[in-house]
Nanobody, 125 residues
Framework: VQLQASGGGLVQAGGSLRLSCAAS????????MGWFRQAPRKEREFVAA????????GYADSVKGRFTISRDIAKNTVYLQMNSLKPEDTAVYYC???????????????????WGQGTLVTVSS
């Protein structure tokens, strides 16, 4: 499966952005899809994930209540709605996926075998 992320940009603190990740090559019916981010000089970290088959979601504590992950089954696309953005949310955001019937280890970077290119989100103070 190929993943194409888009939607990054420059926004002021408190603002909102919506990232999109379009998948091609196959349907995501049996996939877990996630968003990760990587700030300069930091490790890649988990942001949010969604179980494609039933819509269950999981979030990092740092974004809970501010970010929402969703999917559009018809468009084979996953979204990340980011509200109340903070300067510390500045990073390159990556969408990723792996095939699984379980929605358990979705926070673990190494579980994800498919990655899109990153999209830069910059939040100014």
């Amino acid at each position: 499966v190929q993943l194409q992320a888009s939607g990054g940009g420059l926004v002021q603190a408190g603002g909102s952005l919506r990232l999109s990740c379009a998948a091609s090559g196959r349907t995501l019916r049996s996939y877990v899809m996630g968003w990760f981010r990587q700030a300069p000089r930091k490790e890649r970290e988990f942001v949010a994930a969604i179980n494609w088959s039933d819509g269950r979601t999981g979030y990092a504590d740092s974004v809970k209540g501010r970010f929402t992950i969703s999917r559009d089954i018809a468009k084979n696309t996953v979204y990340l709605q980011m509200n109340s953005l903070k300067p510390e949310d500045t990073a390159v955001y990556y969408c990723a996926g792996y095939e699984s019937i379980h929605f358990v280890n979705y926070k673990i970077v190494s579980h994800y075998g498919h990655w899109g290119q990153g999209t830069l989100v910059t939040v100014s103070s």
